[in-house]
């Protein structure tokens, strides 16, 4: 392959992430310091923007509630997938089945399956209150989305959607591990408790490293699910940063028009990028000195 | 060599790409719109909508338009998907946008330079039609008419009588403390089979929207949507009464149960199912529950409860702009005759009568035979029913910090609090930003000292 072939091949993602990505990154940085609607003349405001965003209790809310969200999914998601990809990496009945069960929540849009579990949990008809009522478990309906639970419930929806995802990829990490690691063990009479700790984890660390970065990520920006079964509500209590910042550059209302705000927007979008990249890093480092400490 | 080649390439490709990109919505350079063109002796003309409730009724009138006009005119009507609003601003910026446009956000569009005025356009006889509904920020700016009004939202209390009648209630509520009274029997008449008093879909911020700006600005004479037209300020306490009894609702187990996660169609579902005693909407309902939710329960819609019974202000009518000129068309004479034909008096009685929509137009709802759509009667405009002026609510909003009124209302209604703190501290905020907003530019609308909403009363219809 000449020079000229290769610069070819490369040169549509070039393109592309020059237009798509680089562009309106620059587009945003500059508007950032303007007080802008999307119509008539930018004003200048400084950094007026990011005072006002250091005075924005409903925006800092949103990051907390960002911390639980991807706390309270990846506390469990990791775990529960690592345990399903050890338990179908084994020789069962059905694996293939079971895998592709495990998978299929990926590929569904996430906006589709949180409308259905919206049927599922909502209060006034939900089909979990009928079930519970009627076997007598509960005796008045729980409210699933109501401002005690609706965060517990998210974080359940999106532990669904992400455990088979992450178990696969656990699993493609486990198969690369060399079988004759397990028995050369076994033949020194290693337990499998043993073989767990001293060959599957330590050589599946590297993978492990990344699915977790990938997942942090993931959860941060997580807000499709949540936009469509709460809408952040009730009155903020499941409002996460990104949903925060796309209301305010995509702001929709059924009963007045509402304003863009593009220049707050883009430099709410600034700082959220930040946060996700400071907490990126921060695992990142945290990772590396555990490895080098075992 | 090559290297070089593949610079001029990319950088050629890269600005024509960028330059794609900027929106550069001052330009008016219509040699470039491709919406619409004149071939085969035809002037095509394009018209965008995002209405569907009346798609098949206007688009048998474009069918008629287009056999029946002796200019040659031929209008293709689209019915726009969803996200209406972000597909016109694309449009716009790609200089791909229609001749004709349903207008989503007046003040919006006519800054960013996307219509035409009509002034010129309009005949006397029109500009009579219309002199009592055009409005300051809806249909005019500076002088300027952009859009004229076709039809709008009444705003009613909408309550299932069967239920009313079971729990030995004869009349709706007129004041708020016989609503939230009427709430409790309903539900402590029909609690065991999932019955409850009244509902709100609290699950957006309209929520609380709905039943604030429907009970709210009956109760004053001084303005709607927050906005005191009189000192040119905002002042939330008109919501306080209704705030209050939403609040008492919720207290005594009134309230469906999970009405914090309700949107207002799962609320109309149920509400179709006879679930729920009463709700506050608008004049869609009647359409809504012979099509999209029939129902067998015997339902009617009654004016707003106010504190103490009267409706001394006026009931905010939601409409007023409908359809305007693209500035960007380059054949705006034939697509002033297509929109003199949508706002002919014949075909808005049409309209009217199939009950598409409750008109504006003082001469239909004259001369018109009243729709007979079942619930409508109660919707039908009465003297306290009137077109509010513009306000500055959302270039305030585009301003102000921390949670929005309607936001900071839910919250009260669902857990409780401090409602005069609430409104004190909505004032602050809502003040220091439209203070910012005027200095900014992003308004114009001004304090008028001698506003009052009871003015506005018996200009759409003198019916008591």
């Known amino acids: 392959m000449n020079k000229r072939t290769a610069y070819l091949f490369i040169f549509p993602s070039v393109f592309l ?54 706390a309270g999914k990846l506390i469990v998601t990791i775990p529960l997938s690592l345990i399903l990809a050890f338990i179908l990496n084994r020789k069962l009945r059905g694996r293939t089945v079971l895998r592709a069960i495990y998978y299929l929540p990926t590929v569904f849009s996430a906006s589709v399956m949180s409308i259905v579990f919206f049927i599922i949990f909502n209060s006034y008809n939900g089909v979990l209150n009928q079930f519970l009522l009627k076997f007598h478990i509960i005796g008045a309906p729980i409210s699933w989305l109501g401002p005690d639970y609706a965060m517990l419930t998210t974080i359940m929806i999106a532990i669904w959607g992400a455990v088979g995802n992450y178990m696969l990829l656990f699993l493609a990490g486990l198969q690369g591990i060399p079988e004759d690691l397990y028995e050369a063990a076994s ?76 220049g707050y927007g883009s430099a709410v979008g600034f700082v959220t990028a930040i946060i996700v990249g400071i907490v990126t890093i921060l695992y990142f480092y945290l990772s590396r000195k555990l490895n080098k400490m075992y | 060599m090559q290297k070089r080649w593949l610079q001029v390439v990319g950088s050629t490709m890269l600005v024509v790409a960028l330059a794609a990109c900027s929106s550069n919505s001052s330009s008016t350079d219509s040699s470039t719109s491709s919406s619409s063109a004149s071939s085969g002796g035809k002037t095509k003309i394009v018209y965008w909508t995002p209405d569907r409730h009346d798609a098949e009724f206007m688009q048998s009138k474009v ?14 009507m689209n019915v726009m998907g969803d996200n209406y609003p972000q597909a016109v601003d694309i449009a716009f910026a790609s200089k791909q946008a229609p001749d004709v446009l349903q207008i989503d956000d007046f003040e919006t569009y006519v800054k960013k330079g996307y219509l035409t005025p009509i002034n010129d356009y309009m005949s006397d006889e029109m500009k009579q039609t219309f002199k009592d509904v055009i409005i300051d920020h809806k249909n005019e700016i500076d002088g300027k008419i952009y859009t004229l009004p076709n039809t709008g939202q009444t705003w009613r ?14 009349a709706p509520p007129k004041t708020l403390d016989e609503m939230v009274q009427d709430a409790k029997k309903i539900t402590d008449m029909g609690k065991a089979q999932g019955i409850y008093g009244f509902a709100s879909p609290l699950k957006g911020v309209s929520g609380f929207g709905r039943p604030a700006n429907t009970v709210g600005p009956a109760g004053v004479t001084t303005g709607v949507d927050g906005y005191n037209y009189v000192t040119g300020e905002f002042d939330f306490s008109m919501y306080k ?17 999970g009405v914090e996660s309700l949107d207002i169609d799962p609320l109309r579902a149920q509400f179709a199912q006879g679930k729920i005693g009463m709700y506050f909407n608008h004049s869609g309902e009647p359409g809504v529950y012979k099509d999209q939710f029939p129902t067998q329960v015997k339902w009617a819609a009654a004016p707003p409860p106010t ?9 905010q009518v939601i409409g007023g702009s409908y359809i305007g000129i693209s500035a960007d068309s380059p054949n705006k004479d034939a697509a002033w005759k297509f929109m003199n034909y949508v706002y002919s008096t014949d075909l808005q009685t049409k309209y009217y009568e199939n009950g598409y929509g409750v008109s504006l137009i003082p001469t239909v709802l004259e001369h018109a035979t009243k729709p007979t759509i079942p619930g409508i009667a109660g919707f039908l405009p009465r003297k306290y029913d009137a077109l509010y002026p513009a306000n500055p609510l959302s270039a305030t909003e585009s301003q102000v910090e921390g949670p929005k009124w309607t936001e900071d209302f839910v919250k009260y209604v669902l857990t409780g609090g401090d409602v005069d703190g609430i409104i004190n501290d909505l004032n602050t905020r809502y003040n220091a930003a439209l203070k910012q907003a005027r ?13 009052s909403s009871a003015k506005l009363e018996g200009k759409l219809s003198k019916d008591e």
Not at chain 2, 157 to 170: M, P, R, T, V
């Open chain 1, 187 to 262: 033949l020194d009479g290693a337990s499998e408790v043993r073989k767990l700790w001293s060959i599957t984890i330590p050589l599946l660390g590297p993978v492990m490293q990344m699915i977790i970065m990938l997942a942090i990520t993931i959860s941060l920006k997580g807000y499709e699910s949540i936009m469509v079964l709460t809408e952040g509500g009730p009155y903020g209590k499941t409002e996460v940063m990104y949903l925060y910042l796309f209301k305010l550059l995509f702001p929709v209302s059924p009963e007045a028009p509402v304003q863009q705000q593009l």
């Open chain 1, 17 to 70: 992430t020059l237009v798509l990505g680089v562009y309106p990154l620059l587009w945003a940085l500059r508007y950032m310091f303007y007080n802008y609607q999307g119509y008539g003349d930018p004003i200048f405001v400084g950094f007026g923007n990011f005072a006002r965003l250091l005075r924005d209790a409903e925006f800092w809310q949103s990051v907390v509630n960002t911390g639980i969200y991807a």
């Open chain 2, 307 to 315: 504190k103490d019974g009267k409706i001394v202000g006026a009931v």
């Open chain 2, 63 to 76: 069918d008629e338009f287009n056999k029946t006009n002796k200019d040659n005119i031929e209008v293709d």
């Open chain 2, 439 to 451: 200095d900014s530019g992003l308004t114009t609308i001004k304090a008028d000292p001698s506003f």
């Open chain 2, 157 to 170: 209390l909408i309550y299932n009588e069967d239920l009313f009648k079971q729990a030995g209630i004869s």
């Open chain 2, 241 to 257: 009464d209704i705030a209050l009894a939403m609040r008492q609702m919720m207290t005594d187990g009134s309230m469906l149960p």
